[in-house]
């Protein structure tokens, strides 16, 4: 298995592993459309899921999985087809209340909100239009986002609201094939979980009284972040 399916499966366990192993059986893990196929052991229903990375772009990609990429660049300059995008920046560190300069680095411009939702709703309507072509004998498929760019990793949960807030968010999500999309983020410096789709079923499946509590709790949440 070559090192990229070798990640996309450490995804894959995040909610197929041990815990519910004698529910949900990994059958086929070298397919390509999707990613793996999965088999539920209670009703012998063949499933797919899809695993991708989610990147603000090519560029933001490189920098973050290629390795030597920043030395690289800083040694041969940026490449021209990315130098709208990336810039060099200056490392300063605070000692005995003074900035010392460490060092040069790459980076891209400053992100807002709105780049972080495009980026987003960009990765589900690439992965909506690619599911044409999976494998039709599958009942349903589902999406897993790995959030490589981490925008609210510093951020309160209540900053949550600017994507619930979008109503292009929503419409790719509501017409989204895919039965469940997991968003795989980092939230306040914690790994976090936002689920949609079909949540009264599959192996984080809540009850509706379950579900009634938590759109509460998010309305109050996000009633408090405007007040």
């Known amino acids: 298995m070559d090192e990229k399916k070798e990640k996309e499966k450490t995804i894959l366990k995040k909610i197929y592993n041990d815990k519910n192993k004698k529910q949900y059986a990994l059958i086929d893990d070298t397919s390509e459309r999707p990613d793996f196929i999965m088999k539920d052991l209670g009703n012998n229903e063949l499933f797919g899921v899809e695993i991708t990375n989610m990147y603000y772009d090519q560029f933001s990609a ?11 660049m800083l040694k041969n300059g940026i490449p021209r087809k990315a130098q709208e995008i990336l810039n060099k920046h200056q490392l300063y560190i605070e000692l005995d209340n003074n900035w010392h300069y460490i060092g040069d680095t790459i980076g891209e411009s400053f992100k807002k909100y709105d780049d972080y939702i495009e ?8 992965k909506n239009y690619k599911s044409k072509y999976y494998n039709k004998e599958l009942k349903y498929f589902e999406l897993f986002i790995n959030d ?7 951020k309160s949960i209540k900053h949550l609201v600017y994507l619930e807030k979008s109503e292009r968010l929503r419409k790719v999500i509501n017409d ?14 914690k790994d976090m ?20 509590t938590h759109i509460d709790y998010m309305n109050q949440l996000f009633d408090n972040s405007n007040s």
């Open 148 to 154: 490589r760019e981490n925008f609210l990793a510093f």
């Open 176 to 189: 989204s094939p895919f039965r469940r999309i997991y968003f795989f983020t980092i939230i306040d410096k």
């Open 119 to 126: 980026t987003l709703i960009k990765t589900i309507k690439e």
């Open 62 to 72: 490189r920098l973050k999985e290629i390795p030597n990429c920043v030395e690289d």
């Open 193 to 212: 979980l936002l689920l949609v789709g079909d949540t009264t079923s599959g192996p984080l499946k809540i009850s509706e009284s379950d579900i009634k």
